[in-house]
């Protein structure tokens, strides 16, 4: 449905797009939809199933989020699985690797292979250990380019 490169070009250039912040601890969303909210909209999901459903709708309505915080450690669906079928959503439609959802993984996990997994299987973009600094969430989202310098 969406394999022409106009959907890339008209969605994805220049348009300020939505966050998914994604964990099953309502502080750890709060807090990260506290420092998100005056750059972006966010949407939460507290859990993966949740995560990926929102993200298929947001693509479907051509408003498919830039960033998604993922918590790695979830019921349902966890992160890492999570972060394939996103993945896999991207992939089914037709969205060019250039133009795919930074995913922050925001976890307490401090366990190097499961980190490894979700980083270089899973697809993530980056990782912040919780509990997350507003300063380093937003040096990422500038690195990442989803923020400019003020």
Avoid: W
Avoid at 21 to 50: K, Q, T, W
Avoid at 59 to 87: F, N, Q, T
């Amino acid at each position: 449905m969406y394999q022409d490169t106009g959907f890339a070009a008209s969605v994805f250039n220049g348009h300020s797009r939505d966050r998914l912040i994604v964990d099953d601890d309502f502080y750890s969303r709060s807090f990260l939809e506290y420092i998100l909210h005056p750059y972006a909209m966010c949407d939460v999901a507290e859990n993966g199933e949740e995560a990926v459903m929102a993200f298929q709708r947001a693509l479907k309505d051509m408003k498919p989020y830039d960033l998604v915080c993922m918590d790695l450690r979830m019921p349902e669906i966890d992160g890492s699985e999570a972060m394939r079928e996103i993945r896999d959503v991207e992939r089914d439609h037709g969205v060019d690797k250039s133009c795919q959802a930074k995913i922050i993984i925001t976890s307490v996990l401090e366990d190097a292979e499961d980190t490894h997994n979700a980083m270089f299987l899973g697809g993530a973009t980056a990782f912040l250990q919780k509990p997350i600094e507003e300063s380093a969430l937003l040096t990422e989202l500038k690195r990442l380019g989803l923020m400019r310098e003020h």
